[in-house]
Every structure is written in structure tokens, then in C-alpha cells.
T-cell receptor, first 111, second 114 residues
Framework: QKEVEQDPGPLSVPEGAIVSLNCTYSNSAFQYFMWYRQYSRKGPELLMYTYSSGNKEDGRFTAQVDKSSKYISLFIRDSQPSDSATYLCAMGVQGAQKLVFGQGTRLTINP | NAGVTQTPKFRILKIGQSMTLQCTQD?????MYWYRQDPGMGLKLIYY???????DKGEVPNGYNVSRSTTEDFPLRLELAAPSQTSVYFCASRGTEVSNQPQHFGDGTRLSIL
């Protein structure tokens, strides 16, 4: 079983839709959780991070963590064509030097 | 405001050739990482470094070598290239000892082994 599982998609939705991206994990030691966005032919860039269960909101983006279920989500409201990218979840343990990444979900927002 | 710079952007190698992928950062970050990204497989850690002179293996180190003689540079060496090493390679850096701080990525090197 992989430590982090993420549906690779691809996911295609119309502009303005609410998008839900999800990851599950098996290692209960993970303490912090990140979402990276990767545009085509570019490196990943940090979008959001959190280290507690619950919701964290930043503009149109909401990161949700449920440690009891080992499940994290990223919600995108009022999706825009500029949100079209691959989204990678990542997680780690405090004091460890490494992140564990999900497989990435390729998202396309259609005008 | 360069951040993490990777060269070359693209390269085609023949089986058995060797090459060095260059990575340099101008943020004075101690922590640097090399990943490979294959379609639908996410990012796999190859090697990482916590400072000049210190390197350690990641998840998929076989067929690769690294060195870290300066804070700025972290080259990745491929010896005896194999088709299985066809991938996109990303270098990343992180500044602080606090492990939950974000990694900053370069734009990758696309490598094909034929």
C-alpha cells in the first residue's frame, strides 16, 4: 500500500464549478499537509499548507484535513481556466527532511 | 530573483552515456533535493542534502550520484544512462530547519534516454 494515494484523474470541469481534489494516507505519523500546483512545463509551487485537522481557507481555495480518517481535500470555488494544472498533495513528519507526494491530479477547467 | 535554476532544460542521451544535471539556488538554502517525476507517479526523491558536504539517499537513488561542495550547487550525475531513467528531473531547496516550510522547485530537466 502506498503511503499517499491520490486519484490521478484527469478531471475536467466547466468554468465556475466547485472542484474537490482528494488524498488518502496510511502513515498516522504525518503531521503537516501541503498542496502544490504545477503548471505544464513548470516546477511545483506551494499553494496551501496546514498541520491541524479542520479547514483552512485562502481566497477561492480551502484545504481540509481529517486526521481521524487519514484524508485530506482541496476545494476550489468558482474555478477559472487559469486553475488548469496538476495538483499534488504532500505530507511530512516534523523533524524529518523529506516530503511524501501523491501522484498528482491533472485538472482542466473548460471556459 | 532567480530562485532555483536547472540546466539543461532538455537533453537526449544514448544508452550508456553519462551526464550531469545542474542545479543552483541563490536563496542561501541549506536543504536541497532531487526528484524525478514520471507520468501519473508523482515525485520520487532521489537524493537530498542538508548542507554543504552532506548528502543522503532518497527513495530511488540507484543509478545516480550527487555531490554538494557549496551551499548553492547540487549537481546530479547519471552514470551509464538507461531507458528507465527517462523522466523529468526537479531540483528543490528549503531554507530553514523547520521541516514544514515549503520547498522551492526549479522548472525541471526533461531527459530522454534512447
Amino acid at each position: 500500500q502506498k503511503e499517499v494515494e491520490q486519484d490521478p484523474g484527469p478531471l475536467s470541469v466547466p468554468e465556475g464549478a466547485i472542484v474537490s481534489l482528494n488524498c488518502t494516507y496510511s502513515n498516522s505519523a504525518f503531521q503537516y499537509f501541503m498542496w502544490y500546483r504545477q503548471y505544464s512545463r513548470k516546477g511545483p509551487e506551494l499553494l496551501m499548507y496546514t498541520y491541524s485537522s479542520g479547514n483552512k481557507e485562502d481566497g477561492r481555495f480551502t484545504a481540509q484535513v481529517d486526521k481521524s480518517s487519514k484524508y485530506i481535500s482541496l476545494f476550489i470555488r468558482d474555478s477559472q481556466p487559469s486553475d488548469s494544472a496538476t495538483y499534488l498533495c504532500a505530507m511530512g513528519v516534523q523533524g524529518a527532511q523529506k516530503l511524501v507526494f501523491g501522484q498528482g491530479t491533472r485538472l482542466t477547467i473548460n471556459p | 530573483n532567480a530562485g532555483v535554476t536547472q540546466t539543461p532544460k532538455f537533453r537526449i542521451l544514448k544508452i550508456g552515456q553519462s551526464m550531469t544535471l545542474q542545479c543552483t539556488q541563490d536563496m542561501n538554502h541549506n536543504y536541497m533535493y532531487w526528484y524525478r517525476q514520471d507520468p501519473g507517479m508523482g515525485l520520487k526523491l532521489i537524493y537530498y542534502s542538508v548542507g554543504a558536504g552532506i548528502t543522503d539517499k532518497g527513495e530511488v537513488p540507484n543509478g545516480y550520484n550527487v555531490s554538494r561542495s557549496t551551499t548553492e550547487d547540487f549537481p546530479l550525475r547519471l552514470e551509464l544512462a538507461a531507458p528507465s531513467q527517462t523522466s523529468v528531473y526537479f531540483c528543490a531547496s528549503r531554507g530553514t530547519e523547520v521541516s514544514n516550510q515549503p520547498q522551492h522547485f526549479g522548472d525541471g530537466t526533461r531527459l530522454s534516454i534512447l
